[in-house]
């Protein structure tokens, strides 16, 4: 048994461990996902170095760093100062010197502090350097609503950081993505901003975490890899993260309506794998993009413009969005208004032109 | 730099406290209070009079827990060396600058004594990280002034490797170094490495967020770091008096749990003195420490400023006669360890780097456009691919444009 599956362990067992007792998969959470990826990123690079508000002892409040202190040692996981942009900016430094750390934010909107030391050094370094100084740090952002969550707690902020040059942002929407992608972040030179959808935290399939150990360090990878999750004939619909589930969902209604929708997870938006998006909308001739941050100025917004750029000839029907509004993210009581449903994606499919 | 300084030792530390913090030790070896050694001295450190004697033992400021012994003269003569190589860069690049071959130059000009001291108490592999106004630091800690002043003539990069010197890149968003250098010491520590990180700043810094987190992660964490905020009146046009309401700059350590000392930053033996012993307690001790470092700008914020709007003329006059250089001189001469000879071996010196600096400038920069695109990333994304494509096609058809060819079919 690795010291990983015995950190899941002493958790109550959600995945990793019991996994690796048996031979058959088992049911493993995304969070569960999470923490197998860097307890084995601590395994596989002595330079790995986990640390951030509540991530030693704890184990980070949503536990994705559970065990990891106990089993790996507070000098590997350990937790800092309440200040983010100290969180960053020494990450930054230790990267400098040599190191690859993985740190985390508590929530979304409590990443703000940190954004200078994100979009002036994480991100430009190294451009200003010419390549020769690269900070391979991943920065772990718990995003999104759905949760019930209060004020500032369930912001879709991935657009500030798509919209910063020098960053790749990764955003895994299904558990063995949770585990791969998280990997892949860590082991990358570039820096990586990792969005965890929060509302997907609980989320399971039944995987093998040794088995998806075995894939990663057999060379699969998720990154600029866009993934067709649902194949279908009449309609592309792009999504990405905590929209994945609903859809899903959505298209199933569809389909039971007599629309075949195709789905595509865009796993990251940076890089972005604009040509898988494209060739399916060249396929089906509509689009549909889904998201749950708010529209305007978004990632949303950036691939509505790449379709029609890139597929104008293609397309039967104009390329519509369903985001959330451009509000504030609402009140727990709300928040079912603003987020995209699966109504309010059929409602959009029924908007799209279907008669020539 | 090599020789070592003697920690008094005070009454022998029991046992039973072997588990104190750095303050603790620290101050109990010294046979003082935590207080009293966190605490700066009531003067500043000072070693030499504006006129370059030295000061009597008992007017140095100096005394228990904060003794600091004058360096030796081989290390003195080579930091005069650096001090005239870094007064000529700073007027050097201010001429470049009028000349239009330099895009900006934030002259260090009246603080080179912390420049110099800046680079010279750190062993070779420790670590400095610097502000866009430190390049006679940068320079004196070994780095080509041709590389350093890249950035300052317009190009996009730092110039220097920061990895072959062990030199931050010019910081130029405010006091964001500071928790570089604490991060960089922390992983240092992680292996198990000795090695001391300096971080710069000046006293407008004092007042960002990321000042307050660096020096509070530094302490919690007993991180080997000495911050040297150089203190030199003005954060471009704004005094001290608004930056900060506290006693001194250094008193600023005290919140943090750790140790602050103020000197004159115009006198080159006692800022290399305070930081000298500052690298070696925060090496031997594994501690951070704040050196306040009293000095003045001499010139302008950069060339786009006008010091005449926030500063009277008598002001400036009157820190022109606590010149560093001036101070440093009389005192090595009085000492014979600068003699004729030796003073035009150092000027020769510093003439040359700076006829180096203006044959360099003077040529034309030629960067390349389509390098924009190379180091965004470790491989550029698709879309970077089709954005550097797509100007190389400009590139190439403007070229074609003003071929001569193109030119006789335009007549």
């Known amino acids: 048994m690795t010291a990983a599956t015995q950190a899941t362990d002493r958790r109550g067992g959600a995945g990793a461990v019991s996994a690796a007792r048996q031979p058959a998969p088992v049911e493993l959470t995304f969070a569960g996902a999470l923490n197998a990826a860097l307890a084995h990123s601590l395994e596989d690079h002595e330079e790995v170095v986990i640390f951030g508000e509540d991530v030693g002892t704890l184990g980070g409040v949503f536990r994705v760093t559970d065990g990891l202190a106990a089993t790996y040692g507070r000098q590997r996981c350990f937790d800092t100062p309440l200040a983010e942009s100290g969180i960053v900016g020494t990450a930054v430094g230790m990267a400098i010197n040599g190191m690859r750390p993985a740190v985390e934010m508590q929530f979304d909107a409590f990443a703000y502090p940190a954004f200078e030391q994100v979009a002036s050094h994480l991100a430009k370094m190294g451009n200003r350097t010419r390549g020769r100084v690269r900070l391979p740090v991943t920065v772990r952002i718990p995003y999104g609503g759905g949760v019930g969550g209060v004020e500032h707690h369930c912001d879709s902020s991935e657009a500030y950081y798509a919209h910063t040059p020098g960053l790749k942002v990764y955003v895994p929407a299904t558990v063995e993505d949770a585990y791969l992608m998280l990997r892949e972040a860590i082991d990358s030179d570039d820096p990586v901003v990792f969005f965890e959808p929060k509302k997907l935290y609980w989320s399971k399939a039944d995987l093998d975490v040794g088995r998806l150990r075995s894939r990663y360090d057999g060379g699969e990878r998720r990154e600029g890899r866009a993934a067709v999750v649902r194949a279908g004939t009449d309609l592309t619909l792009v999504t990405y993260g905590p929209s994945l589930p609903t859809a899903l969902k959505a298209a199933q209604a569809a389909e039971e309506e007599g629309v075949s929708v195709e789905v595509v997870d865009l796993r990251s938006i940076v890089p972005l794998d604009d040509v898988t998006v494209c060739a399916s909308v060249e396929r089906t001739g509509r689009a549909l993009v889904v998201a749950e941050a708010q529209g305007f100025a978004s990632v949303a917004a950036e691939l509505v413009a790449r379709i029609q750029e890139r597929c104008f000839h293609s397309l039967a029907s104009p390329v519509l969005r369903v985001t959330g509004f451009d509000i504030p993210y609402p009140a727990p009581r709300l928040e079912q208004y603003h987020l995209p449903s699966v109504d309010r994606i059929l409602d959009a499919i029924d908007d799209m032109q279907w008669e020539d | ?411």
């Open chain 2, 1 to 411: 730099m090599s020789e070592s300084i003697d920690i008094p030792a005070g009454p022998p530390i029991p046992p039973a406290q072997e588990d104190l913090t750095p303050i603790e030790r620290v101050s109990a070896r010294m046979g003082i209070s935590p207080e009293d050694y966190m605490l700066p001295a009531e003067r500043e450190i000072r070693m030499l009079s504006p006129d370059g004697t030295l000061l009597p033992a008992e007017e140095q400021g100096t005394g228990p827990g904060h003794e600091y012994p004058v360096p030796g003269d081989d290390l003195l003569l080579e930091a005069y060396e650096q001090l005239i190589v870094g007064r000529r860069v700073n007027d050097q690049n201010t001429a470049l600058v009028r000349q239009g071959r330099l895009a900006v130059y934030p002259s260090s000009h009246g603080q080179e004594a912390c420049q110099v001291a800046a680079a010279l108490c750190l062993d070779e592999g420790d670590w400095l990280f610097p502000t866009y106004r430190d390049t006679v630091a940068v320079i004196a800690r070994g780095v080509d002034p041709l590389e350093v002043m890249v950035s300052f003539r317009g190009d996009w990069h730092c110039g220097y490797d920061p990895l072959e010197h062990r030199v931050g890149a010019q910081a130029t968003p405010l006091t964001t170094q500071l928790l570089h250098a604490v991060g960089a010491a922390h992983a240092a520590v992680l292996r198990g490495e000795d090695t001391v990180v300096l971080a710069m700043c000046g006293d407008g810094a004092t007042s960002e967020g990321d000042f307050h987190e660096a020096l509070n992660f530094a302490a919690v964490f007993r991180l080997p770091v000495v911050f040297l905020v150089q203190n030199n009146g003005y954060a471009i046009s704004v005094p001290l008096a608004r930056q900060s309401a506290a006693p001194t700059l250094a008193h600023k350590a005290v919140g943090y749990g750790m140790a602050g000392e103020r000197v004159d930053g115009n006198d080159l033996v006692a800022v290399l003195a305070a930081l000298r012993r500052a690298v070696q307690l925060a090496r031997s001790e594994r501690t951070p420490l704040l050196v306040e470092a009293h000095t003045y700008r001499m010139q302008a914020h950069t060339n786009a400023d006008d010091d005449t709007r926030y500063r009277e003329r008598e002001e400036v006059r009157q820190w022109a006669e606590k010149d560093p250089v001036l101070r440093m001189e009389a005192y090595l001469r009085s000492r014979g360890v600068l003699d004729d000879d030796a003073a035009t071996r150092i000027t020769g010196n510093a003439e040359a780097v700076a006829a180096a600096l203006r044959q360099a400038m003077n040529a034309e920069a030629e960067p390349d456009p389509l390098e924009m695109f190379d180091h965004v990333y470790t491989e550029p994304t698709a879309q970077l691919r089709q954005q550097r494509d797509r100007l190389m096609e400009e590139l190439a058809a403007e070229s074609a444009a003003d071929s001569p060819d193109a030119q006789e079919d335009a007549r």
